[in-house]
Nanobody, 130 residues
Framework: EVPLVQSGGGLVQAGGSLRLSCAAS????????IGWFRQAPGKEREGIAG????????YYTDSVKGRFTISSDNAKKTVYLQMNSLKPEDTAVYYC???????????????????????WGQGTLVTVSS
């Protein structure tokens, strides 16, 4: 059983919306955080949002703040990323990952490297056309 399974994504016009899902298994969900990352062509993978599943605390990087919303459904052990007002520069492969809350916050915000994470979803492509 794969720890993180993603769904959602696809093609949308600029200004549109998409929702990504990340379903977790085999982890103590409430003790962990889930983060969303993305990797655009030719660029490094970057963190964009995270949520502490236990207390619901959320955080975002400036590139998505005010447009994206991360949320956690603890009963379903699933984290969502609602993406609104999408821009062509949001085009990327999106990944979810899990870690303990302090580590996830540090990684999403860039204080620790992304390759410190070792549990990832399979990735899903989001393409925003202009």
């Amino acid at each position: 059983e794969v720890p993180l399974v993603q769904s959602g994504g696809g093609l949308v016009q600029a200004g549109g919306s998409l929702r990504l899902s990340c379903a977790a298994s085999r982890i103590p969900f409430d003790d962990y955080a889930i983060g969303w990352f993305r990797q655009a062509p030719g660029k490094e993978r970057e963190g964009i949002a995270g949520v502490n599943n236990g207390d619901g605390r959320t955080y975002y990087t400036d590139s998505v703040k005010g447009r994206f919303t991360i949320s956690s459904d603890n009963a379903k052990k699933t984290v969502y990323l609602q993406m609104n007002s999408l821009k062509p520069e949001d085009t990327a492969v999106y990944y979810c990952a899990t870690a303990l809350p302090p580590a996830m916050h540090a990684i999403v915000t860039g204080d620790l490297p992304v390759d410190a994470l070792d549990t990832w979803g399979q990735g899903t492509l989001v393409t925003v056309s202009s």
